[in-house]
């Protein structure tokens, strides 16, 4: 879609939607933040996340983006808003689909833990009140500003459970309001298109809360009957994600976007 930085080739895509179209084949038109071109990652590079040791992720694998990056998230921004421009009139695209399989996003990096502190202050107002939370007087665990919190593992804190709760919480609203943003890109063209995201499992993301930013609920269901010897667990834990989802909006139906 975008083979160099501002060159922008969607004459394919045109062909695949169109060719899709007159065969009585309607489209759910993904966007592409899930896997970023090599050079944008070379140019950016913070962009790219960091391991809870402090090193860079190289490029490579799906999702290795750092939702804090301000950079990434307007490089996504355009892709999709030039995405909507071209075929949000398509009489064949019928719904966007934002992104593919969001993950909660672990990237250590200074951006991410600037915003991890300030979602502490927002929520905590003071350190001391934290502290207390916390119960941080036991092993000398006491912050005296929110600035010395780091988030947990590496070198760092491992064993602090408020703190490890509340990273995995900063990180769930970080995802919400990346996805809020590619959300506003295709829905600033044409509001009247619906999107979705699929969801998977459970996988430790809130997705009661991703969901009020959603029109259709999705997920990818992938029950492993090969590796599992009781099927009938299998089918049970199947049929549990699909009641979860079919829950989130009771005004509508849910979708089985992969299987």
């Known amino acids: 879609l975008e083979p160099a930085e501002g060159v922008f080739c969607f004459e394919w895509l045109d062909k695949i939607i ?25 140019k950016y590079p913070e962009i790219r996340r960091m391991s809870d040791d402090g090193v860079r992720n190289r490029f490579g694998n799906r999702h290795n983006n750092c939702f804090s990056s301000t950079v990434y998230r307007e490089k996504v921004r355009i892709i999709n808003t030039k995405l909507a421009q071209r075929y949000s009139g398509h009489p064949g695209v019928v719904m966007w689909h934002i992104s593919n399989e969001y993950n909660i996003g672990d990237c250590h990096c200074e951006l991410c833990v600037a915003n991890f502190q300030r979602w502490l202050k927002d929520k905590y107002k003071t350190i001391e009140e934290l502290n207390k939370k916390w119960w941080n007087d036991f ?63 459970l996988w430790s993301i809130d997705y009661a809360k991703l969901s009020k930013s959603l029109d259709v609920i999705s997920w990818d269901n992938y029950p492993l009957w090969h590796s599992e010897s009781n099927e009938f667990s299998v089918a049970v834990q199947s049929a549990m994600f699909h009641s979860v989802y079919n829950s989130l909006k009771k005004d509508r139906p849910f979708m089985l976007m992969e299987s």
């Open 18 to 42: 169109d060719d899709l179209y007159e065969n009585g084949i309607y489209t759910i038109l993904a966007t592409p933040s899930g896997a970023m071109p090599a050079w944008m990652a070379e």
């Open 139 to 201: 092993w000398s665990h006491n912050y005296q500003s929110f600035s010395q919190i780091l988030p947990p593992g590496g070198h760092g804190e491992a064993s602090s459970n408020p703190l490890r709760l509340e990273w995995w919480r900063f990180k769930n609203d970080l995802m919400k309001s990346f996805m809020e943003n590619e959300i506003d890109a295709v829905k600033s063209v044409d509001p009247s298109i619906p999107v979705a995201a699929n969801f998977m499992q």
